[in-house]
Every structure is written in structure tokens, then in C-alpha cells.
């Protein structure tokens, strides 16, 4: 990765400071609302990842491990937490007997439900400020 030379003038340091507030808003915002709903910010981007996977309603361990710029190890703590809680199940792969699928519980995609739903009108007020992936899905166009 290659250092920008040139050195940002004022303006640029306002437009970065807003945009890292703006981002800590919503990782505050997100973190407040993942404790009212009993589980940490990062379970419930363990849960998000899983749901939002796409193509599938699966993921495994490395790949969530990427989606959470993580460690593999770390991850795996995170699901036997999550697992125990009820909200996530393992299941080996029958092809690869290596691999291990994670899925959600049903109680677990009740609850990825709430709580991305509540994320919905928060991420859309970011749209001047991020873009947003998929923001006219979220329903910003309507």
C-alpha cells in the first residue's frame, strides 16, 4: 500500500474528521442498541455476516473471519459464545468433512431481524455522508 505525498489541506482534515465522527456515531449508535437487545456489537456482526452471506444462509469460520477482519481462532470463541446462547448451530460439511457450516438458530434470525431493522433508518441518514451499498434495497428510493 502507497502513502498519499501529498499532504491534505484544511478542508480535506474538516471532510476526514466528519467522516470518522459520522462512523463512530454509528458504531456507538450500533453498539447501544446490540446491548439493548442482550448481546455485544460483535455478536451481532457475527449473526449479520452469517445472514447477510451471500448466496447462502451459511458461512464458515475463515469467512466470517475475514468479513470480521479477524483472527480465525478469535472467531471461533465467538460462535461456542453464540452457539451457547442459542442463536447459531455448526454443521460439518458432508463433502468436505473439514469444513464446518455455521447457520443460524431460528432464535438467532429473530433476532438479526430486530436488531438490522432498527439499523435501517440510521445507515440511511448516512447517505450524504457514506455510500451506502444497496441503500436503494434498504429502501431510501421509496
Not at 14 to 34: A, G, K, P
Not at 73 to 87: F, P, Q
Not at 107 to 118: R, T, Y
Amino acid at each position: 500500500m502507497s502513502m498519499a505525498k501529498k499532504i491534505p489541506n484544511k478542508e480535506e482534515f474538516e471532510s476526514l474528521s466528519d467522516f470518522r465522527h459520522q462512523l463512530r456515531c454509528f458504531v456507538r449508535f450500533s453498539e447501544d442498541i446490540t446491548h439493548e437487545f442482550g448481546i455485544t456489537n460483535l455478536q451481532y456482526l457475527l449473526l449479520l455476516h452469517i445472514k447477510g452471506y451471500k448466496g447462502r444462509e451459511w458461512a464458515t469460520i475463515s469467512e466470517l473471519a475475514e468479513r470480521l477482519q479477524t483472527h480465525h481462532n478469535g472467531v471461533v470463541s465467538l460462535v461456542s459464545r453464540c452457539e451457547k446462547l442459542g442463536l447459531l448451530y455448526r454443521q460439518r460439511n458432508t463433502v468436505d468433512k473439514r469444513e464446518v457450516k455455521i447457520f443460524l438458530t431460528p432464535e438467532g434470525n429473530k433476532l438479526v431481524k430486530k436488531i438490522a431493522s432498527a439499523h435501517r433508518n440510521e445507515l440511511l441518514s448516512l447517505q450524504g455522508v457514506f455510500k451506502v451499498p444497496g441503500a436503494k434495497e434498504l429502501g431510501a428510493g421509496s
